[in-house]
């Protein structure tokens, strides 16, 4: 796979959407809006867990091995690993990896020295 965009984020509610854009960016001349959509929700909810739960420094990765594969990577400074659980019936949180879970191929966490990694991967050719 080939690392097309790797950018570090400010720990802010507003690194969800320069994310998406940057994203969009990079495979906007080949993906389709299918493939488009499901990026757009991956990355959201990724960095979004990041900055609400993670701890600085973020870095947000996308690698693409066109057309078939692009996996997603958030890496944060917190080594605390996220689980999926079940959402709140009332409330908006606790939805984002069962999202990531319905929309990707697969997705999973990687420690590291200094914090962690979450991926996930969708695969273009089924878009």
């Known amino acids: 796979m080939e690392l097309v965009l790797s950018i570090p984020l400010e720990h802010s509610p507003a690194s969800a959407a320069i994310a998406r854009a940057r994203t969009e960016e990079h495979v906007c001349t080949w993906a389709s809006d299918r493939l488009l959509a499901d990026l757009r929700l991956m990355v959201s909810e990724l960095v979004t867990n990041a900055v609400l739960h993670g701890e600085p420094d973020v870095l947000f990765r996308v690698f693409v091995d066109a057309p078939a594969r692009v996996r997603v990577e958030v890496h944060d400074g917190s080594v605390a690993c996220p689980t999926m659980r079940a959402p709140h019936l009332e409330g ?26 979450v991926w996930c991967e969708v695969d273009a050719l089924r878009r």
Request: net charge positive; hydrophobic share 40%.
């Open 92 to 117: 908006t949180s606790g939805r984002g990896l069962q999202l990531v879970d319905t929309v990707s191929a697969a997705w999973g966490t990687r420690a590291l020295p200094a914090g962690k990694v």
